[in-house]
């Protein structure tokens, strides 16, 4: 989908982003500047979220530090996630089986 004149800037730049390669939103990390704001995009920002480590195959990895993107990097993470979710949820007593 192309910009259009309608569209907002958050929107342009959503697209160009949704599209980059991982490589390229690895790396997006210096200061950008969004409706008069610096601020930091790409995975090697630091945001929490894009600095989670999961493991896969023995190998501690997160957005960040993933030298790719693919299936099973995707599957980890999300186990990792969805693991944490639960750890949150549990009630007293409780214990991942």
Do not use: C
Request: aromatic content about 6%; hydrophobic content about 40%.
């Amino acid at each position: 989908m192309r910009a259009s004149a309608g569209q907002s800037h958050a929107q342009r730049l959503q697209l160009g982003f949704g599209r980059s390669p991982f490589e390229k939103k690895q790396k997006l990390a210096k200061d950008r500047s969004f409706l008069g704001h610096k601020i930091n995009i790409g995975y090697g920002n630091k945001l929490s979220l894009n600095s989670l480590s999961f493991d896969l195959d023995g190998q501690a990895l997160s957005l960040a530090t993933a030298p790719t993107w693919n299936e099973a990097l995707i599957k980890a993470r999300t186990e990792k996630l969805v693991e944490m979710v639960i750890r949150a949820n549990l009630l007293p007593g409780e214990s991942i089986v």
